[in-house]
């Protein structure tokens, strides 16, 4: 049986890698990102980490932009003062 022959890549199907963001080469598309046959070819996307969402979360409650970074999967929040606290939000993913 050809089964090889028959196989053939499929755009729909093409998995990307989850950290490049680059498309899986063929053959390695069940795998989640690089590293089975070489490292990424490029460097990390910036993940969409949420913090985009907490921060407009809160220029929508208190109409100040502040800078949200995440430490251990939590939201700190600073604002323009300078003053970081915990938002207690905690990152989905
Ligand atoms: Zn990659």
Redesign the pocket.
Known sequence: MAVLGVMRPERNDMSN?E????PMPLGEEMFK??GYSGN???PPLPRDDGAEAVKSIFKRATGVDVSVRVVNGEFYVTDPDGQEFRTGLVRKH
């Open positions: 890698c950290i490049c963001g680059e990102f690089h990424c070819p490029k």
